[in-house]
T-cell receptor
Framework: GAVVSQHPSWVICKSGTSVKIECRSLDFQATTMFWYRQFPKQSLMLMAT?????????EQGVEKDKFLINHASLTLSTLTVTSAHPEDSSFYICSAQKGYSYNEQFFGPGTRLTVL | EDQVTQSPEALRLQEGESSSLNCSYTVSGLRGLFWYRQDPGKGPEFLFT???AGEEKEKERLKATLTKKESFLHITAPKPEDSATYLCAVQVEFSQGARDDKIIFGKGTRLHILP
């Protein structure tokens, strides 16, 4: 199989603090990882594409200084929400892709972020 | 503008009542179309990939089909455990290599199967 984990599964933080979310591919090496945000009853919105060893590519409208992405190894990518505000509260989901061809993505279970 | 539209937004069926979910797309170049199942508070779970018009894939009570404009997810004799949100996504060609492709998700269809 292809298993992707996320940690934490949920987090509550105060406004102004930073939160780090980890995404790991457990049984395969993922050269590409994706970060999505999903609001209630809405579609997944791609935030950024992360390739191991290189800078992430952010989608239009996503602040790269606010959502810091690090893809340090072939099995780990992290998303740090800096100076979080209530409007950043959302469900953050990562996915990992095998290789560079157009295979299906394997999604993590998601992280529910609530900013008070 | 590349777009993916799913219909209906929500669907309630009696157990055993077959139906179809629709995913229509308008994209510049389709590399592949994906169907996912998403349970509340969880990440999407992969179901199918379709690459070309005319292609069909089946898994248990689900069957996915693809034309040049849309895809259908047919559910036959559904059970309550099939209740979930079903997401459709398309991989859109950006350049010759797939590495720069874009993924666009539809908003999903919330399916509820009544026992």
């Amino acid at each position: 199989g292809a298993v992707v984990s996320q940690h934490p599964s949920w987090v509550i933080c105060k406004s102004g603090t930073s939160v780090k979310i980890e995404c790991r591919s457990l049984d395969f090496q993922a050269t590409t990882m994706f970060w999505y945000r999903q609001f209630p009853k809405q579609s997944l919105m791609l935030m950024a594409t992360s390739n191991e060893g290189s800078k992430a590519t952010y989608e239009q409208g996503v602040e790269k200084d606010k959502f810091l992405i690090n893809h340090a190894s072939l099995t780990l990518s992290t998303l740090t929400v800096t100076s979080a505000h209530p409007e950043d509260s959302s469900f953050y989901i990562c996915s990992a892709q095998k290789g560079y061809s157009y295979n299906e993505q394997f999604f993590g279970p998601g992280t529910r972020l609530t900013v008070l | 503008e590349d777009q993916v539209t799913q219909s209906p937004e929500a669907l309630r069926l009696q157990e055993g009542e077959s139906s179809s979910l629709n995913c229509s797309y308008t994209v510049s170049g389709l590399r592949g179309l994906f169907w996912y199942r998403q349970d509340p508070g969880k990440g999407p779970e992969f179901l199918f990939t379709l690459y070309s018009a005319g292609e069909e894939k089946e898994k248990e009570r689900l069957k996915a089909t693809l034309t040049k404009k849309e895809s259908f997810l047919h559910i036959t004799a559904p059970k309550p455990e099939d209740s979930a949100t079903y997401l459709c996504a398309v991989q859109v060609e950006f350049s010759q290599g797939a590495r720069d492709d874009k993924i666009i998700f539809g908003k999903g269809t919330r399916l509820h199967i009544l026992p």
